[in-house]
């Protein structure tokens, strides 16, 4: 059976991983519609997902106001908090518990 603890390294792993999924989402609506337009290519605009540049700032403003959902701007921030929250849940799970030998009432060896 699985620690309350155990389980809540997993559901911080689960967060990282669902906000990490938001950001990218997040990225694409913006450098998406650039990429299609060719304004930049896939490889110029990935670059843009995990930090800023000139020429992320520049793809950014042709972003115009009937852009979808009126989202104009990406802060690369978002997908640094989302993968540092998902290593830490990962790193959290997968380290070994101290109670692992130890039997509890009603365990069988």
């Known amino acids: 059976m699985m620690s309350s603890t155990r389980l809540s390294h997993h559901a911080v792993a689960l967060a990282g991983g669902v906000l ?8 694409w609506l913006i450098f998406g519609k650039v990429v299609g337009n060719d304004y930049l290519t896939v490889r110029q605009a990935v670059t843009c997902l ?21 989202i104009r701007w990406y ?7 989302a993968a540092a929250i998902l290593v830490a849940g990962a790193l959290l799970s997968a ?7 130890r039997l509890t009432k009603g365990e069988v060896s």
Do not use: I, K, N
């Open 20 to 27: 990490a999924l938001l950001s990218v989402g997040w990225w």
């Open 50 to 70: 995990a930090g800023t540049s000139d020429l992320c700032a520049l793809a950014q403003a042709l972003c115009t106001e009937d852009h979808l959902y009126g």
């Open 75 to 81: 802060a690369p921030e978002a997908f640094w908090a």
């Open 95 to 101: 380290r070994p518990s101290r109670a692992r030998g």
